[in-house]
Structure formats: structure tokens, C-alpha cells
């Protein structure tokens, strides 16, 4: 019967990403009463999430972007020979099993998966569009949060936001007493884990000497700059072999 296995042996070649992608998480957000606009439990939990996904999971991506409930994932290398089929399943289960465990949960919660394939230059065009849509989703979250707190239903905010620009919601949360560009920075411009090498000292029990030794380490980074500006170019230039 394998050979109706149509897809089995789909292959992809690298550098891709593959962005996984919570499913109903509105209802997570609703088991667990997350916080409004941003809930620091969560966005910690997703960062830990992909940084299990860069350092444990053994596929060895070069880096992970997330905010929100979306984690996009980087490879210069790839696992299973390319398997379409076998990325998105297991980095998907993977990051299923992984926010279960950080968040506690009894209940599974669940993502996606799709591949997106790139070149050195276009990688930095979807990491520029994604940290955009990061922004926007903060700017719509902030101002739900503030219409939900004056006492509209769902229905009427999102009505009310349908349609409206960004500066236009800049405005109406500020009106509100909400600086956006004063938000946390994981907020506006999502979190990157990437490796780092560091020196780690230790001692020998025999001799008692003490020696340095150079570690790669997975690294959380919730500082991040704005990718379309000269500085988040040379910033990504150091992730993104051959740009």
C-alpha cells in the first residue's frame, strides 16, 4: 500500500523555513485567561518553545523567530533527506508537545506546519514581513484590550477596528494613555533564539587547574531591532549564511 502514500517522498531543498502556527489558540487563551493585550506567561512559554526547537529537538535549525502563536523556524540543513511530509509533521508535533509541558497543560493544544522556501535575500524579506505583521498584530491587540476595557462586546470592537489604519490605531490607543513605542520590545518585534558561543570556565578535580572552553549555547533574545533598518540588516546577516 505505499504506493499510495502520495506525498511520502515530497521533497524540499534548503535554506527554508517551516512556520508553525497555533491552532484555535483563542480557546487556550480562554482555558488559561491570558492576559489582555499580551500575556508574559505565554510569550515566555512560546520563547522556550523554540528554544527547545533549536537546541533539543535534534533538527538543528539555525534559528527560530516567534511572536504571537507562530514560531518560523530556519534551515540551511535538512533533516529526514527533505521530507516534506516528515519536517512539518515532527517540528509540528514537536511544538505541540513542548507548549503543553512549559504552559502545564492536561489539555494538548496543537500546530501546523507549511514550508516556506527561500534564498539568502528573500529569508531577510520574510523575516522584515514577519516582524511587520508582529507590529500589527501588537497595535491590534493593544486596541482591542483598551475598547474591551470601556466596556465593548467583541462583536462592536471588531467592527470598530475593521478597516482602520495603522497610525489610526497608533491614535486611538494613545488617546487611551498607551505609548506603543514604549511596549515591551517582544511585543513589537517578536523574539529570535539563535546560538552563541561562549567561554565557560572549569576545574580540573585531579589537577585542580583550571581550563576555558568554548560552548554553543541557544540563546532567548527579546531585545530585538527592527529588521528593515541598517541595523537589524547587519544583525541578520549574522544568522543568515550567504547574505
Same mark, same amino acid.
Not at 37 to 51: I, K, L, S, T
Not at 57 to 74: K, R
Not at 119 to 145: F, G
Given at each position: 500500500? %505505499?504506493?499510495?502514500?502520495?506525498?511520502?517522498?515530497?521533497?524540499?531543498?534548503?535554506?527554508? +523555513?517551516?512556520?508553525?502556527?497555533?491552532?484555535?489558540?483563542?480557546?487556550?487563551?480562554?482555558?488559561? &485567561?491570558?492576559?489582555?493585550? +499580551?500575556?508574559? %506567561? $505565554?510569550?515566555?512559554?512560546?520563547?522556550?518553545?523554540?528554544?527547545?526547537?533549536? =537546541?533539543?529537538?535534534?533538527?538543528?535549525?539555525?534559528?527560530?523567530?516567534?511572536?504571537?502563536?507562530?514560531?518560523?523556524? $530556519?534551515?540551511?540543513?535538512?533533516? +529526514?533527506?527533505?521530507?516534506?511530509?516528515?519536517?512539518?509533521?515532527?517540528?509540528?508535533?514537536?511544538?505541540? &508537545?513542548?507548549?503543553?509541558?512549559?504552559?502545564?497543560?492536561?489539555?494538548?493544544?496543537?500546530?501546523?506546519?507549511?514550508?516556506? $522556501?527561500?534564498?539568502?535575500?528573500?529569508?531577510?524579506?520574510?523575516?522584515?514581513?514577519?516582524?511587520?505583521?508582529?507590529?500589527?498584530?501588537?497595535?491590534?491587540?493593544?486596541?482591542?484590550?483598551?475598547?474591551?476595557?470601556?466596556?465593548?462586546?467583541?462583536?462592536?470592537?471588531?467592527?470598530?477596528?475593521?478597516?482602520?489604519?495603522?497610525? =489610526?490605531?497608533?491614535?486611538?490607543? $494613545?488617546? %487611551?494613555?498607551?505609548?506603543?513605542?514604549?511596549?515591551?520590545?517582544?511585543?513589537? %518585534?517578536?523574539?529570535?533564539?539563535?546560538?552563541?558561543?561562549?567561554?565557560?570556565?572549569?576545574?580540573?578535580?585531579?589537577?585542580?587547574?583550571?581550563?576555558?572552553?568554548?560552548?554553543?549555547?541557544?540563546?532567548?533574545?527579546?531585545?530585538?531591532?527592527? +529588521?528593515?533598518?541598517?541595523?537589524?540588516?547587519?544583525?541578520?546577516?549574522?544568522?543568515?549564511?550567504?547574505?
Amino acid at each position: 500500500m %505505499r504506493d499510495r502514500e502520495l506525498y511520502s517522498n515530497l521533497t524540499a531543498l534548503p535554506p527554508l +523555513f517551516v512556520r508553525l502556527d497555533g491552532r484555535a489558540f483563542h480557546r487556550l487563551a480562554r482555558v488559561l &485567561s491570558l492576559t489582555r493585550p +499580551f500575556d508574559e %506567561r $505565554f510569550g515566555a512559554a512560546m520563547a522556550r518553545v523554540a528554544r527547545r526547537l533549536v =537546541a533539543d529537538s535534534g533538527l538543528s535549525p539555525i534559528f527560530a523567530y516567534t511572536f504571537s502563536d507562530e514560531c518560523s523556524l $530556519f534551515f540551511s540543513h535538512l533533516p +529526514f533527506d527533505g521530507r516534506v511530509e516528515k519536517l512539518d509533521s515532527v517540528l509540528a508535533g514537536y511544538a505541540s &508537545s513542548a507548549l503543553t509541558i512549559e504552559l502545564g497543560l492536561e489539555t494538548p493544544v496543537a500546530f501546523d506546519a507549511r514550508v516556506v $522556501f527561500v534564498d539568502p535575500v528573500s529569508a531577510r524579506d520574510y523575516l522584515v514581513d514577519r516582524q511587520s505583521e508582529a507590529w500589527r498584530n501588537h497595535i491590534n491587540a493593544y486596541a482591542q484590550a483598551a475598547l474591551l476595557s470601556e466596556g465593548m462586546d467583541p462583536r462592536r470592537v471588531a467592527a470598530r477596528l475593521r478597516g482602520v489604519d495603522g497610525p =489610526a490605531i497608533h491614535d486611538l490607543v $494613545f488617546e %487611551r494613555g498607551v505609548n506603543l513605542a514604549e511596549t515591551p520590545a517582544w511585543q513589537r %518585534r517578536g523574539t529570535m533564539v539563535y546560538r552563541q558561543t561562549v567561554e565557560v570556565a572549569g576545574q580540573d578535580p585531579r589537577t585542580g587547574e583550571i581550563s576555558v572552553a568554548v560552548r554553543s549555547r541557544a540563546t532567548i533574545d527579546r531585545d530585538l531591532p527592527l +529588521f528593515s533598518s541598517d541595523e537589524g540588516r547587519a544583525f541578520l546577516s549574522g544568522l543568515i549564511p550567504g547574505l
